[in-house]
T-cell receptor, first 115, second 112 residues
Framework: GAVVSQHPSWVICKSGTSVKIECRSLDFQATTMFWYRQFPKQSLMLMATSNEGSKATYEQGVEKDKFLINHASLTLSTLTVTSAHPEDSSFYIC???????????FGQGTRLTVV | QQQVKQSPQSLIVQKGGISIINCAYENTAFDYFPWYQQFPGKGPALLIAIRPDVSEKKEGRFTISFNKSAKQFSLHIMDSQPGDSATYFCAASVEYGNKLVFGAGTILRVKS
């Protein structure tokens, strides 16, 4: 299968600061990337869909001004959590697919802890 | 609105036994049904998936059974091993590779 890598694997930040998480497709070009959030012992919930070169589409209830998503190239999407608060502490997971009708591969996830 | 309902929440199976996890969906537009395995601190890994045009798919010890009329699908893990102990998620999407709706997850523990 194709490789999707997230960086960092874990990050601790202070409340009120911003943190950026990267999602890279290492061996394929991804026209679409998906960002999910998973709270402890819960399921994965889709936050947004990101298509290369266009604005991300956010799911209902996800604040687009707080969770900034950029998909400026076919191999990189970034999620920036702005003015992070302890309730934003979660496991953030991306997935990426080449194009419509192909499998989306998951990254290993990024554990964000806001203190 | 939970579009994919998964049960049980947790499951304990003896080594060598059969683990069965069930899911039910509501959206009839779903046409891709994958199962994922997740270990603590890791991203989900695709185990096996099925489309609604078949009623069963088997890959090694893993089998998906699909009942389109009942809008249900299940995962069977044969000869369960301690290494299978993980959290399992069913999911569904409209179109292969599209955004996924996940079930709540099942924590499987296989006792040796």
């Amino acid at each position: 299968g194709a490789v999707v890598s997230q960086h960092p694997s874990w990050v601790i930040c202070k409340s009120g600061t911003s943190v950026k998480i990267e999602c890279r497709s290492l061996d394929f070009q991804a026209t679409t990337m998906f960002w999910y959030r998973q709270f402890p012992k819960q399921s994965l919930m889709l936050m947004a869909t990101s298509n290369e070169g266009s604005k991300a589409t956010y799911e209902q209830g996800v604040e687009k001004d707080k969770f900034l998503i950029n998909h400026a190239s076919l191999t990189l999407s970034t999620l920036t959590v702005t003015s992070a608060h302890p309730e934003d502490s979660s496991f953030y997971i991306c997935s990426a697919r080449r194009y419509v009708g192909t499998e989306a591969f998951f990254g290993q996830g990024t554990r964000l802890t806001v203190v | 609105q939970q579009q994919v309902k998964q049960s049980p929440q947790s499951l304990i199976v003896q080594k060598g036994g059969i683990s069965i996890i069930n899911c039910a969906y509501e959206n009839t537009a779903f046409d891709y049904f994958p199962w994922y395995q997740q270990f603590p601190g890791k991203g989900p890994a695709l185990l096996i998936a099925i489309r609604p045009d078949v009623s069963e798919k088997k890959e090694g010890r893993f089998t998906i059974s699909f009942n389109k009329s009942a809008k249900q699908f299940s995962l069977h893990i044969m000869d369960s091993q301690p290494g299978d102990s993980a959290t399992y998620f069913c999911a569904a999407s409209v179109e292969y590779g599209n955004k996924l709706v996940f079930g709540a997850g099942t924590i499987l523990r296989v006792k040796s």
